[in-house]
């Protein structure tokens, strides 16, 4: 081991990114919510603020996700089951409601569809009256690992890769409050990948965003320091410390030697954690409160800047009111009474720690120079490498846990056969066709001459290569749908299919 | 010699979470069967005619956005209608308690929770499959 005198604070911010850390400010706890229609996650919204949450985080619905409006035919047996259904300004103005958005930052996690949903949430601001540069908040924007794990991408990665970067640079300007990307490890990790290889490929995706907006010819140092991270944490405690040490000080230095950063912010790695939903169990449900206290914790020990605790019941539904409070409590139960929060990085300098920090640090370095020499990130997804490694680990896993090479408590061992009912989700029956009656109601009561000359604005825009946000901002505001929107940036751009075997 | 058995791994509707049918996948190849895989994000429609075209012995479905209902009811509905018959279907994925009794009656013979082994849904194929 080499003898490192590394400080919080201090490059390669390998023992945190600050140098009080907790001291000085709590970690943001942001639950993830959001179900059904905008109105229930308003309320849902307005109840965790209510028991002292200090940011939002919203989930959408998988039609929201691939661009399909609720009335679509491609939307059937979809709408609001893993989150909430968004199609218009309409939708977003309910979602918000009474919620002041200069007082909450939001997370969202969007991708194919990022720059429409951010578009819609500056709307709703300025009905507000709360100016753009009083915003703040994160859309997910991270395309890349939707193609290796998530897979809710529509484009192919070139036009996908325009929209981020016009993202990155709108907001540079206009937003400057605003987290660009949320560079995300967690799919990747929940598919089945090795703490490793989540360092890896997480910043290797990193790597090709800055790249991205590097070429584009945008100074590094005006938009690195709104690109964050987002890890999940596993259940193997010391392991998923150390991983979070060895992917600050990796990014350090990618951000100083690679690109040439010269604002410490842009050399700061800043995550955002949530336990791990992979290792939560249907058997022995209760257990699963203690395994997501385990990985807080190692989170809070990583030194995340937010964090989302899972509820026991979240792996096989969305959580009840009751589960999602006792997620919450979790957290600070943790910041209030364990006492960890009085030291930045209080396990730096363990032998054990320093070892595993350098030896996945080394692994994730092996598999960047790798990614590298295939020609970049870009090229190791086209080609399905990265899927593949992942889905291998992912066999591997299993194979071990039915050999009872690895031990999962009460489901190959310590089985009593006392298993959590898997209740049918509440979602109203009805949704899907009144959520098709409001759209066709929406539809007729806008204005068709101003809807075609926005939509053909957005068609010579996507053709060309301005930057397509406030095209975008201008659609929405005009209740444009975010179906309409992404049917003409479609026929313009394609749709990604993926062509990889097993 | 017996042929090996041939099995669709399907995954419907517009759910991502692959993991689970990728590892059901090669655990069954490894085990000696021909493994056809679909990928993600497919219509039942997709899913019936893939069948039709691989002439598998056997369908495995999985969902895990909560739209199995919708989604495999179509795709036994589409099996009737194309008259595709002794091909055995079979279901993985977040499913809850209440819907596998209804998809059990609408012809789907088992249905795997959350932590089944690969071993279990071997035993289940080689012990249900009928080879044409």
Request: one cysteine or more.
């Amino acid at each position: 081991m080499t003898e490192r005198r590394e400080e919080p604070g201090k490059f390669p911010f390998t023992r945190g990114i600050h140098a009080s850390m907790y001291r000085g400010k709590l970690w943001t706890m942001r639950q993830y919510a959001g179900f059904g229609t905008a109105r229930e996650t308003n309320k849902r919204y307005k109840y965790l603020l209510s028991q002292g949450q200090t940011g939002l985080s919203m989930a959408f619905d998988l039609p929201t996700q691939i661009g399909y409006d609720s009335d679509d035919t491609m939307a059937l047996g979809e709408v609001g089951r893993v989150g909430v259904a968004i199609s218009s300004l309409a939708d977003m103005e309910q979602v918000f409601h009474g919620i002041p958005l200069d007082k909450v930052s939001t997370s969202m996690t969007i991708n194919a569809t990022a720059s429409i949903l951010l578009a819609l949430y500056l709307v709703v601001a300025e009905r507000e009256g709360v100016p753009w540069t009083k915003v703040s908040g994160t859309v997910q924007n991270d395309i890349l690992k939707e193609y290796i794990a998530r897979g809710t991408y529509i484009f192919p990665p070139q036009p996908s890769l325009r929209l981020i970067a016009d993202i990155v640079e709108f907001c540079a300007k206009e937003v400057p409050g605003w987290n660009t990307i949320s560079v995300g490890g967690y799919h990747m990790r929940e598919a089945g990948c090795t703490a490793a290889q989540e360092i890896a490929f997480t910043l290797a995706d990193g790597i090709a965003y800055v790249q991205t907006c590097v070429e584009r010819g945008l100074d590094v140092d005006s938009f690195a320091p709104r690109i964050a991270f987002f890890f999940n944490c596993h259940s193997n405690f010391l392991e998923e410390i150390a991983k979070f040490r060895a992917a600050r000080r990796l990014w350090a230095h990618i951000m100083r030697d690679r690109f040439g950063a010269k604002n410490e912010r842009s050399m700061m790695l800043r995550f955002h954690t949530q336990t791990a939903g992979s290792t939560l169990t249907a058997q022995q449900p209760e257990n699963n409160v203690v395994r997501t206290t385990i990985e807080a914790l190692a989170a809070v020990l990583g030194g995340t800047q937010s964090l989302h605790t899972n509820a026991k019941d979240e792996a096989i539904a969305l959580p009840t009111e009751e589960s999602a409070l006792l997620a919450l409590r979790t957290q600070q139960i943790i910041a209030y009474e364990s006492g960890v929060t009085v030291e930045p990085d209080p396990l730096g300098g363990s032998h054990y720690i320093e070892r595993l920090t350098d030896e996945l640090e080394a692994k994730a370095r092996e598999y960047l120079n790798k990614i590298d020499n295939m020609g970049g990130m870009l090229k190791a997804v086209e080609g399905g490498y990265v899927y593949k490694e992942i889905y291998h680990a992912a066999y591997e896993h299993q194979k071990a846990v039915d050999r009872k090479e690895k031990i999962i408590v009460g489901v190959n061992e310590f089985v009593s056969g006392e298993r959590l009912t898997l209740k049918t989700q509440k979602i109203d029956p009805k949704l899907e066709p009144r959520r098709r009656h409001e759209l066709a109601a929406l539809r007729k009561k806008r204005n068709a001459a101003k809807i075609a000359k926005c939509l053909a604005t957005l068609e010579k825009g996507a053709k060309g290569s301005e930057n397509l946000m406030p095209i975008i901002v201008d659609c929405v505001r005009n209740y444009v749908t975010v179906g309409e929107i992404c049917k003409v940036l479609r026929a313009t751009f394609g749709e990604y299919r993926p062509s990889h075997s097993i | 010699m017996k042929r090996p058995i041939k099995v669709l791994i399907a995954k419907a509707g517009l759910d991502g979470h692959e993991r689970g049918a990728l590892v059901v996948a090669m655990g069954l190849r490894d085990a000696g069967m021909e493994v056809v895989y679909t990928g993600i994000r497919n219509t039942p429609e997709q899913i019936v005619a893939a069948a039709v075209q691989e002439d598998v012995d056997a369908i495995g479905l999985s969902s895990l956005s909560g739209g199995h209902m919708a989604q495999f009811s179509r795709v036994m509905e589409l099996l009737k209608k194309e008259k595709v018959k002794g091909v055995l279907v079979f279901a993985g994925g977040i499913i809850p308690d209440d819907d596998v009794k209804k998809l059990k009656k609408l012809g789907i013979k088992e249905v795997f929770g959350p932590g089944s082994s690969i071993a279990s849904i071997v035993e289940f194929l080689r012990k249900n499959v009928r080879l044409k």
